[in-house]
């Protein structure tokens, strides 16, 4: 039996013949179009994709960029409020556990800068750059001292020196560039400090001061400057990015003086008897990675209390891949350090 369907028709619709008459209207899924083609939206698509990809692009790089901007008008910010001592010191990045990896080996020459003092019981001394304390605690006891007071501006290491407080040593934050006292000292004693202070021959004049007649002067520096690890760290510090990141550059070898500097300025102060020695220290270490380890607890932290973390560790990244690039790989290996040792009486 056929059955009839009344189907409407549009005008350019198509409809389908059935064997039995019109096909019926509900299997019609899209009716059929007469004329030109529709166009693809296939290219409509990719235009927008494009201009997608290329917004976001461009807002990416416009936010990297303005990163930069705010970051460094930060640091001019922070100095125009702060003033210059802002960009020598942002943070104290001393870490007493890293500087004592290698306690043996800088314990020695603090060892041989005290052989040169002379017996003077009952003397007051201090310590310029004590650090932990512990080594300070010694000079104590070895000079039989009525007072020590130690000095240091990292409040990290006094944390740990205040332990050996007590039975006349003492110990007090400060700024040994900035030292003085009006009572005096007897000894005025300075183990692997002194290097940081700026403008040498004004702070000898002013340590001088601070030395009663008869008082006894005893530094002991490191002058390995000249070593590749300080010659590379200083290259750096005057290169993209490290250069706007840390504001001034790193130049301790422009601050320190010759061995013969050092002894014709203790004759200009009027000292009347000097010992100034250079001597080499010869660390035997289990390879290169080591003498990393080693500038990490000293020559690194200039770097680190100026840079961010982030900016810190791409430094060192860097430094590690110049330094290996100059340095054998030898195991062991042989870190010659020098350092001068300078005692003198007033």
Request: proline share 5%; with cysteine.
């Amino acid at each position: 039996m056929a059955f009839l369907f009344s189907v409407a028709r549009r005008p350019g619709s198509v409809v389908a013949r059935h064997s039995g008459g019109f096909a019926p209207s509900w299997r019609q899924r899209r009716p059929l179009r007469r004329g030109k083609p529709q166009p693809s939206p296939f290219p409509k698509l990719c235009s927008y994709g494009f201009v997608f990809c290329f917004g976001l692009g461009f807002f990416f790089a416009f936010g990297v960029c303005m990163e930069k901007v705010f970051r460094r008008f930060a640091f001019l910010l922070t100095g125009f409020l702060g003033g210059r001592r802002v960009f020598c010191m942002t943070k104290d990045s001393w870490n007493p556990q890293q500087y004592e990896k290698f306690k043996a080996q800088r314990s020695q020459p603090f060892y041989d800068l005290m052989n040169l003092l002379r017996s003077q019981e009952g003397a007051r001394v201090v310590d310029l750059g004590c650090g932990t304390g512990e080594l300070t605690e010694e000079l104590h006891r070895f000079v039989r001292a009525s007072e020590t007071v130690g000095i240091d501006s990292s409040e990290e290491m006094l944390k740990k020196a205040q332990g050996f407080s007590g039975q006349g040593l003492s110990f007090h934050k400060g700024d040994i560039q900035k030292f003085s006292d009006a009572d005096g000292f007897d000894i005025i004693f300075s183990n692997a400090a002194l290097q940081w202070c700026t403008d040498h021959p004004a702070l000898f004049a002013q340590l001088k001061t601070s030395l009663r007649p008869g008082g006894q002067l005893a530094v002991q520096m490191p002058m390995n400057h000249d070593y590749a690890t300080h010659v590379i760290a200083q290259k750096l510090s005057l290169e993209e990015p490290w250069a706007s990141l840390l504001k001034e550059p790193y130049g301790k070898a422009q601050s320190m003086l010759t061995v013969e500097q050092y002894a014709s300025l203790l004759f200009k102060l009027g000292f009347k008897e000097q010992n100034v020695s250079l001597k080499v220290y010869g660390h035997e270490l289990e390879s290169r990675e080591g003498v990393i380890e080693w500038v990490k607890g000293t020559l690194l932290t200039y770097f680190e209390s100026r840079l961010s973390p982030a900016d810190f560790q791409a430094f060192v990244t860097e430094f590690r891949k110049r330094l290996f690039a100059v340095l054998p790989d030898e195991k062991p290996f042989f870190y010659p350090f020098k350092r001068i040792l300078i005692w003198a009486q007033n």
